[in-house]
């Protein structure tokens, strides 16, 4: 389990009141005046975009979803998307303390969370960007970073192994991105990247052990995820972006 610790930033939501004004005659007479109404913060709307406990199913054969309370950071404190989004964790590793190494460009607010759903850990890290042209240029780094996984595995001097085998496809059609399946050895990961307006959500699914009702830790059922799971999983995290 990765945890992350960040600093949380908060913005103070603003009020607008529409005020009254006399007729200029005489008794003024009282106008209307609109319920304050505080606005959205973009921290609000980044976490928001995290597909949130109560939609996402365990992972056959586990039964929990752990709850995790997501992670929030703006303007200079939100990251580049960290190795846990990727499918490259160890040419891009980070580390689990600090500010970050690596500023996402025109980001405006970030939330993340670290958690399980059953047999498999689950990562999301949602964005909210400057416009809609920044979020789709997040996007196109992201893509570039996984068509180049195996030759930076291979140029990486501390890694040894085969790099992963990755496929590159398709999310639904109600949002933009892609999606990498990988395989790490007997071991498969999978990321999405997907987009709707100013706003990108990143997750990674990789098969775990599980916790049962009763508090006992299972170990790994074989290293392979849930095929009908994680479709279901990739298909309410884009519906849910998609609002």
């Known amino acids: 389990m990765n945890k992350q610790s960040r600093a949380v930033a908060v913005l103070a939501a603003a009020m607008v009141v529409l005020a ?43 039964t929990i979803v752990r709850p995790v309370e997501p992670l929030t950071a703006q303007g200079d404190e939100v990251a580049a998307p960290w190795a846990q989004f990727m499918v490259c964790p160890i040419v891009w590793s980070r580390p689990d303390e600090g500010p970050p190494t690596d500023v996402e460009p025109e980001a405006l607010a970030g939330a993340w969370a ?27 780094r992201a893509q570039a970073q996984a068509d180049r996984c195996a030759a930076l595995y291979e140029e990486a001097p ?13 999310v639904p059609g109600s949002v933009d991105g892609f999606r990498v399946d990988a395989m790490f050895g007997p071991r498969q990961a999978l990321s999405t990247v997907m987009r709707m307006g100013d706003t990108v959500h990143f997750m990674r699914l990789a098969s ?3 916790e049962t009702e009763s508090g006992d830790e299972v170990e790994d059922p074989g290293g392979m995820l849930d095929a009908a799971w994680t479709e279901q999983v990739i298909g309410a995290a884009a519906e849910h972006l998609a609002g």
């Open 208 to 210: 775990s052990g599980y």
């Open 20 to 62: 009254g004004c006399g007729d200029g005659g005489g008794e003024a007479s009282p106008t209307p005046t609109a319920s304050p109404t505080p606005s959205v913060t973009v921290l609000e709307r980044a976490t928001a975009a995290l597909l949130p406990d109560e939609l996402t199913p365990p992972a056959p054969p586990g």
């Open 158 to 170: 501390e890694y040894a192994g085969d790099p992963p085998e990755t496929t590159i496809g398709e």
């Open 114 to 140: 670290f958690g399980v759903a059953g047999a498999a850990q689950m990562d999301q890290y949602a964005i909210v960007y400057a416009g809609e042209a920044a979020a789709q240029a997040a996007v196109s």
